[in-house]
């Protein structure tokens, strides 16, 4: 039943993302830092997450020129850089680090999504940095959590946002898998 202060917001936009394997791994990369953010803010007005792991690419040529490596096979490799914090949102660039262009997707009572492209993981305002160290520690260790790919895809991202008295609730839907090699 909707009250009369639910506030609804349908956001749409275009996505990547990354094989399975690699997108489990960033969901439990992204698990351990919202426990560690319970523990080190346990009253906080917003989650640290709003949905999964994922990478706004408003526009697909940006991504597939700066951000990719092209193989002597033809095949090209999509460089993804350790946790990163970008104005409180904790992220992996995609490489190299380039500004997002376009106008970038909001979520309803947080700040605006980072500028630097790369797969978000959540949200931390001024403890992300404490954060990161927590889960990474040393630089030597960001650098070791660098990783490439050669298969990933892109999907449209359709969210519907409620915002009901303080509390937030997220469903979203992923389109058709459109995969790059």
């Known amino acids: 039943m909707e009250t009369k202060t639910d506030q609804k ?3 749409s936009f275009e996505g990547l993302f990354l094989h399975d394997t690699q997108m489990a791994h960033l969901f439990c990369l992204q698990r351990a830092l919202g426990a560690a953010f319970a ?10 997450r709003c949905m999964i792991p994922f990478c706004p690419a408003p ?10 490596v092209q193989e002597p096979s033809g095949r090209t490799r999509l460089g993804v850089g350790s946790l990163t ?5 904790i992220i992996l660039p995609v490489s190299p680090a ?31 940095e404490k954060l990161i160290e927590g889960i ?15 298969a990933r895809y892109r999907a449209t991202v359709t ?22 090699k």
């Open 159 to 180: 969210v519907a946002v409620t915002l009901n008295e303080g509390s937030l609730s997220v469903v979203y839907s992923l389109g058709k898998a459109t995969w790059e």
């Open 98 to 128: 380039a500004k997002a262009p376009g106008k970038r997707p909001s979520f309803p009572g947080y700040p605006p999504l980072p500028e630097t492209q790369g797969f978000i993981l959540g949200y931390a305002g001024p403890l992300a």
């Open 136 to 150: 990474i520690g040393s630089e030597a260790a960001r650098e070791a959590s660098e990783f490439t790919v050669t």
């Open 85 to 89: 914090d970008d104005s409180g949102w």
């Open 39 to 48: 523990r080190l803010a346990p009253v906080n007005p917003l989650p640290f």
């Open 59 to 68: 526009d697909t040529a940006t991504v597939a020129v700066q951000g990719t």
């Open 9 to 11: 917001e349908h956001i």
